[in-house]
């Protein structure tokens, strides 16, 4: 399996970005998707989750309200809106899927495979 994630870059506090994350190597519709980000001296946070079949989406507290996840089964493509950006969500930002089924969309332990992260930077 394999994870390209795409669409980090730098903004203003208030702005937007959406993140792609391509994937390959299995049947795409059949898994889980999540976004995670680490900010430097800081734990992977879990931020988003999205389901195989794209009906159960999942966020963390942080993001609430302004990130919004979807995917595109046909095109193996999981997305990251970002809106209304703050300064806090600088960091790394790696998708994942998950390595079986799963009902623990937020613990990073549920996740086999990683892409290899995109920066963004929100400046203030």
């Known amino acids: 399996v394999q994870l390209q994630a795409s669409g980090g870059g730098l903004v203003e506090t208030g702005g937007s970005l959406r993140l792609s994350c391509a994937a390959s190597?299995?049947?795409?519709?059949?898994?889980?998707m999540g976004w995670f980000r680490q900010a430097p001296g800081k734990e992977r946070e879990f931020v988003a989750a999205?389901?195989?079949?794209?009906?159960?989406?999942y966020f963390g507290d942080s993001v609430k309200g302004r990130f919004t996840i979807s995917r595109d089964n046909a095109k193996s493509t999981v997305y990251l809106q970002m809106n209304s950006l703050k300064p806090e969500d600088t960091a790394v930002y790696y998708c994942?899927?998950?390595?079986?089924?799963?009902?623990?969309?937020?613990?990073?332990?549920?996740?086999?495979?990683w892409g290899q992260g995109t920066q963004v930077t929100v400046s203030s």
């Open positions: 994942a899927t998950v390595r079986s089924w799963t009902n623990s969309y937020t613990s990073y332990a549920s996740y086999a495979y």
């Open positions: 190597g299995r049947t795409f519709s059949s898994y889980a």
């Open positions: 999205i389901t195989g079949s794209g009906g159960g989406t």
